[in-house]
């Protein structure tokens, strides 16, 4: 059966497919020793795939798994700079090949998907899909009722629109919210907050789709259930 090299890439966990995509154009891809700049290219199971002279393969199973990231941690793989990586926390033998799902930057904290299956971490990161990410969040100061529909109607900041879905009080604690985005922007949270006049003290996700951190301990993983992984491609396929 035959399919799109962008596709075959993000299936071997090489790559996200929008950035599989992008790889392709770049010329980092080879199929059958010639290298091919179209993502639509079409491709078959026996042909040879590589990506910047290594061959790719297919995975035996495809993963899923959700981490409670602590804070200081850096999401990407590779990061020389980094003091600690996320994916150093998850100790299985296919975590090299993991893709995370989006990101939480070093002073963020909370949960965490990763998949060797670039089409699942596609649908449930990109904005088209709409599969909501909640936030529980302490600001500095309180975000008034004025301030809350302020980032509900969307902010502009450094030429991007930033924009919650909701904006709630957490009860009985001070000055302390969640918030939910469709669509998570470099350090948008943060940036909204500023735009109100407050800093950010604690950032943690909570939610993506009806997958929930709940009890899981800081610094430990898990995997996905069934049940869990469907309902996040259930989500993203009731918004098409």
């Avoid at 090299?96 to 990763?114: H, M, N, T, V, Y």
């Avoid at 500023?194 to 003290?201: D, F, N, P, R, V």
């Amino acid at each position: 059966m035959s399919e799109y090299l962008a596709k075959y890439i993000a299936r071997c966990g090489a790559a996200p497919r929008r950035k599989a995509a992008d790889l392709v154009k770049a010329g980092s891809v080879k199929v059958n020793g010639r290298v091919i700049t179209d993502p639509a290219f079409s491709v078959e199971t026996s042909d040879k795939v590589e990506l910047a002279g290594k061959a790719l393969q297919l995975p035996a199973e495809n993963i899923y798994i959700m981490l409670n990231k602590p804070r200081g941690y850096t999401t990407s793989h590779a990061d020389k700079h980094a003091e600690h990586l996320a994916i150093e926390l998850i100790d299985c033998p296919e975590a090299q090949r993991l893709i995370p799902a989006g990101r939480l930057d070093k002073d963020s904290e909370g949960l965490l998907i990763f998949s060797n299956d670039g089409n699942f971490i596609q649908k449930i990161t990109h904005p088209r899909y709409n599969v909501t990410k909640q936030y529980k969040v302490t600001a500095s100061r309180e975000l008034d009722e004025k301030n809350r529909k302020k980032m509900v109607a969307g902010i502009m900041d450094e030429g991007e629109h930033l924009k919650a879905l909701k904006v709630t009080p957490v009860p009985d604690e001070k000055f302390c919210y969640y918030i939910e985005l469709n669509e998570g922007k470099k350090r948008e949270i943060r940036r909204m907050l500023k735009a109100c006049g407050a800093a950010t003290l604690r950032l943690q996700r909570i939610a993506m789709g009806s997958v929930k951190l709940n009890d899981l301990a800081v610094g430990k993983w898990r995997k996905l259930t069934a049940e869990e992984t469907a309902s996040l491609l259930a989500a993203a396929e009731t918004t098409l």
